[in-house]
């Protein structure tokens, strides 16, 4: 059970549904309200009517205009956003537990009386054909597979059209029509408010009480009949697309209604993992994509779509492609065939269940979509059972099911221009306006009420925390958090001075592991994943609580093999942050670098025990965790020779360029090393969040008072090599990279001339206090956290002992740390982009080292 607690139901007298669902482990707060309407209620003529409407609900209400919602949300490192579905709309907040009231205000009073005005509706508009270009469009593939398969699988508007919709169209859309649709789909009745996290029933049931009891109730029209016949033969639809490199083909299939009969959805669940895990036998293409829904399982009422989507290779027609899939059906028809294929499907099933909804956003906004469109909040927490019932037998009939069925087939291939069918249902003309003139100015003229002050919060512990060192030097961490029965668990390793000046070549050593270490967690409905960004190589995932020692088992097989397995030449690096850090690495290490290619050494020097990590978070004893890591890791030792010594780094203050052409934007890191200081670091903490961590930075600031703003930029501090940097990176047109280079320089200078103050010192703190608790959200991003607070240096109790740090430190300690961190007089650091050395011949006082680099490699030394 995910979290063990069935939420708790109450309904309003305005018909306003409500569940408060308790999680214990978190000190903050979700709140979700799902109203039953998306774009299958749109009439012909307002095709996209709901997205726009969602997009106008975060532009102001009576107590909040103007876009005030986000104040409070901003200031508590808080996250809001919305997102339109085919049968409801969903709003939702994530902040600190003491800032629930302040969430429900602002809920409520968009719920009673939002503001709808023409210049809000231009500027939404003009968001929204931005959205569609940047989705549709500009984009390869545009539309594929969806919004353009429900067109072909299905014959009834609210069925087949585009959510999108016509921007055109849209652009006649007045305030009066924005209030009517209000009045007829925004009801009490037609929601559901859900509140999960740190939250007390009872005093959840005042505050709604408070704050929406008062809404008046009013009619809910009708929702759409969407049945319709399934479709009589399969259909097809062939489209062009210009300056793409292979043909693209969608299938779409109608699932069972999971209203009636969820074992046969859930049964199609399993099948589409099985196609998705094994797809098609050569040489179709490469694998296949294959979900239930466009947008997940059991996010829509019937009629739902199981979708599959994949490139044929080369040669294969999508006549052929649909053939081999109709073939696949046939051989899965047969039960024995897939008994131990339908088992791991389930397993890996029922564990990424658990720990996508062991997150609170998540977790809250599932059970009201699960109420909004079944009335079964509980249904969340009873799916993995549900999902370990599914059998063979009730896979195979899915698939026979499937194979006798008619389908749609969405063909995209290549072609001088693009084409698209038009509407698959005959779309009316203009709507009729809005029957009641001057309604949206009178919704808007509600009173003004108070946003209420934000509460006490507690500070986030950790529960049943044991950190230890075992025999062979590995440092392990363990922290029980029971909110899902899954472990997470993450072992980090420098890669020492051969694996930092050739990460290339660890990439290439770990790429058979990863595939044969992934392949064995799934097995037992785990996951194992190997990576390196050239500073660390990462070896994380999870597993269910009872499949610990298999997970340790697989990672002893990776750590404790007596040869390393022949290379795969690794993918080419395209990440800017990595090409540049890697130029930086090389550069820094000079003649320490190297050039040795004995792959074996390379391996003997990453994993090394005494000077990794290993984080374990979940369900499980924190205090016999560490045997077991001990039981599994007992072989793996440092390898001989001397220690590890610090490195002696080289042109720290040059400024690098990595050319390359065609980059539409340049990627500039300034940064200067700064060596871990441990009774520093809460001034640091401070420091950075006020020159450039958050939204009311000293950087961010800067940027938006430009007259326009053209480049973002952010501050942070991390591990390089064997010591410790403050960072500022930008994201910068070419053009106008000695703009920005000017700009981040004097807010430098200036950290000296205008040191920060008690007032700009405490409005960091609320800020870094609070965004503190996102930490604790879930036990996965738990562990990632920890994993990085022990690399950076730290102990595994920071996260527990900062919030008290943080309010200890005086302003002028703050001021000292920003000057020492971001004051300095010439920084150094890397640029990677379309930019020439000429352009930056106007930072006299800065030493440009120009690098070459091959494609998608790592700077080469000059």
């Not at 027609?317 to 039960?335: K, M, Q, S």
């Not at 609170?360 to 999902?387: I, K, N, S, V």
């Not at 930008?730 to 320089?745: E, F, G, K, M, T």
């Not at 200036?750 to 206090?769: M, V």
């Amino acid at each position: 059970m995910t979290g063990g607690r069935e939420p708790i139901g109450m309904t309003l007298s305005n018909g306003l549904r409500v569940l408060v669902a308790p999680w214990p482990g978190t000190p903050r707060v979700a709140v979700a309200v799902h109203y039953r309407v998306g774009f299958r209620n749109e009439p012909p003529g307002r095709q996209g009517f709901a997205h726009l409407f969602e997009h106008l609900m975060f532009r102001g209400s009576a107590s909040l205009p103007d876009g005030r919602f986000f104040d409070h949300v901003y200031r508590l490192a808080g996250t809001a956003n919305g997102t339109t579905h085919q049968d409801f709309t969903d709003y939702y907040q994530v902040l600190p537990s003491a800032a629930l009231e302040q969430a429900l205000f602002s809920e409520a009073d968009r719920m009673r009386a939002p503001r709808f005005t023409a210049a809000n509706l231009a500027e939404q508009l003009a968001g929204i054909e931005q959205e569609i270009r940047q989705a549709v469009v500009e984009r390869p593939y545009g539309g594929f597979p969806w919004p353009l398969l429900p067109g072909v699988l299905y014959d009834t508007f609210a069925n087949a059209h585009d959510g999108y919709g016509d921007v055109a169209l849209l652009r006649r859309t007045t305030p009066d029509d924005c209030a009517e649709f209000f009045d007829a789909h925004y009801a009490p009745g037609n929601a559901v408010l859900t509140i999960a996290g740190d939250v007390d029933p009872d005093a959840a049931r005042i505050l709604v009480e408070r704050h929406f009891g008062d809404i008046p109730a009013r009619p809910v029209r009708p929702a759409p009949d969407l049945r319709e016949p399934a479709p009589r033969a399969d259909r097809w639809v062939v489209c062009g697309e210009p300056g793409v490199p292979a043909t693209a083909v969608a299938l779409g299939y109608r699932l069972p209604d999971p209203a009636g009969d969820l074992p046969g959805y859930l049964a199609h669940v399993v099948l589409a993992r099985l196609l998705t895990r094994h797809g098609l036998a050569r040489p179709y293409g490469p694998r296949l994509d294959a979900s239930c829904g466009f947008f997940g399982m059991l996010a829509a009422k019937d009629p739902d779509t199981l979708v599959i989507a994949t490139l044929p290779a080369p040669g294969v027609t999508p006549e052929r492609l649909v053939a081999a899939v109709d073939e696949r059906w046939d051989e899965w028809a047969d039960p024995g065939r897939i008994a131990g294929p339908v088992a791991e499907a389930v397993r890996g099933l029922c564990a990424e269940h658990h720990r996508r909804h062991g997150d609170l956003e998540a977790r809250c906004r599932a059970l009201g979509r699960l109420e909004a469109l079944f009335g079964r909040a509980g249904l969340l927490d009873e799916l993995p059972g549900l999902l370990a019932r599914v059998t063979p037998e009730q896979v195979a009939r899915a698939a026979r099911g499937l194979r006798a069925a008619h389908k749609a087939v969405l063909v995209m291939e290549p072609a001088g221009r693009r084409t698209r069918p038009g509407p698959a249902v005959p779309v009316a003309g203009t709507p009729a306006p809005a029957a009641r003139r001057g309604a949206a100015e009178r919704l808007g003229r509600a009173a003004v009420r108070p946003m209420p002050p934000a509460g006490p919060q507690r500070d986030p512990r950790l529960q049943g925390l044991c950190e230890t060192v075992i025999a062979n030097g590995l440092r392990v961490v363990a922290v029980r958090d029971a909110r899902v029965p899954l472990v997470e668990l993450r072992l980090r390793m420098p890669l020492g001075t051969p694996g930092w000046a050739r990460p290339e070549r660890v990439d290439a050593l770990a790429a058979p592991d990863r595939v044969r270490a992934s392949r064995s967690a799934r097995a037992f409905g785990g996951e194992f994943d190997l990576s390196t960004d050239g500073q660390w190589l990462d070896a994380s995932g999870y597993a269910p609580s009872g499949a610990l020692d298999d997970w340790l088992g697989v990672l002893a097989g990776l750590l404790l093999a007596a040869e390393p397995a022949e290379p795969v030449p690794p993918p080419a690096w395209h990440d800017p942050d990595r090409v540049g850090d890697a130029a930086l690495r090389r550069h820094w290490l000079g003649g320490s670098a190297g050039h040795d290619d004995d792959l074996a050494g390379l391996r003997r020097s990453v994993l090394d025990p005494a000077a990794a990590c290993l984080v374990a978070v979940g369900d499980l004893d924190p205090e016999e965790f560490p045997a077991h890591a001990e039981k599994a890791l007992l072989g793996w030792r440092a390898p001989d020779g001397p220690p590890r010594r610090p490195l002696t780094l080289h042109g720290t203050e040059d400024l690098l360029l990595v050319r390359r052409p065609g980059l539409a934007a340049a990627r500039l890191t300034l940064c200067a090393v700064r060596p871990f200081d441990g009774p520093a670091e809460a001034a640091r903490y401070l420091a950075t969040a006020i020159f450039g961590g958050y939204a009311r930075s000293r950087l961010v600031t800067r940027i938006l008072g430009r007259d326009r703003v053209e480049y973002e930029a952010y501050a942070g501090r991390d591990v390089i090599l064997d010591t410790h940097r403050a960072y500022v990176r930008a994201l910068v047109p070419n053009a106008l990279v000695p703009a920005a280079l000017a700009d981040i320089r004097a807010e430098m200078r200036r950290l000296a001339a205008d040191p920060p103050g008690a007032a700009e010192t405490a409005a960091a703190r609320d800020h870094c206090l609070a965004q503190l608790l996102s930490a604790f959200d879930s036990p996965r991003l738990l562990a990632d956290l920890i994993c990085q607070a022990v690399s950076f240096g730290q102990g595994a109790d920071w996260l527990e002992r900062l919030p008290g740090l943080l309010r200890a430190v005086p302003p002028a300690d703050v001021a000292r740390a920003a000057v020492e961190l971001y004051g300095t007089g010439r920084p150094g650091g890397v640029i990677v982009g379309d930019v020439d050395e000429a352009l930056l011949a106007s930072g006299a006082d800065l030493r440009i080292v120009p690098l070459s680099s091959g494609p998608g490699r790592a700077a080469a030394m000059p």
